[in-house]
């Protein structure tokens, strides 16, 4: 099967769309599809800003830390960051406060962001 490559406003394209969209109706669909794709990605960034500034909050005691913790932070994934973030909390939980009723919600906060990253990457990636 032919792939075709599709010019948007965004960038070339080449899914095999063109199986069963063509001309106009290719780029009209493509052009929704782009609008949705970029605020998913806008609101995953806010979300992985979040997990940095909550991570800084736990391991920063002034400014002349934050900048330090901020420049590790910009060399991990997402997906490392969700990890630090989750053991920084499960230490408070499970070590230094015994909140043992918290577990099951720290555990049930890290399914649903690993969620949100394979989401992300599933949307941004077709991975």
Do not use: C
Request: charge should be neutral; charged fraction near 30%; proline fraction near 1%.
């Amino acid at each position: 099967m032919k792939r075709n490559q599709i010019k948007t406003p965004y960038r070339y394209y080449d899914y095999g769309i063109g199986d069963w969209l063509e001309g106009d109706e290719k780029d009209k669909f493509l052009n929704q599809v782009a609008f949705h794709i970029g605020w998913i990605i806008i609101e995953f960034n806010s979300l992985e800003d979040s997990i940095n500034w909550y991570i800084k909050e736990i391991l920063s005691n002034n400014e002349a830390q934050d900048e330090t913790v901020f420049l590790f932070l910009s060399n991990m994934t997402i997906r490392q960051k969700v990890d630090l973030l989750i053991r920084l909390y499960g230490r408070w939980i499970l070590r230094e406060y015994e909140l043992v009723d918290l577990r099951d919600k720290l555990k049930s906060l890290e399914n649903r962001l690993k969620d949100a990253i394979q989401r992300r990457n599933k949307y941004a990636h077709g991975v």
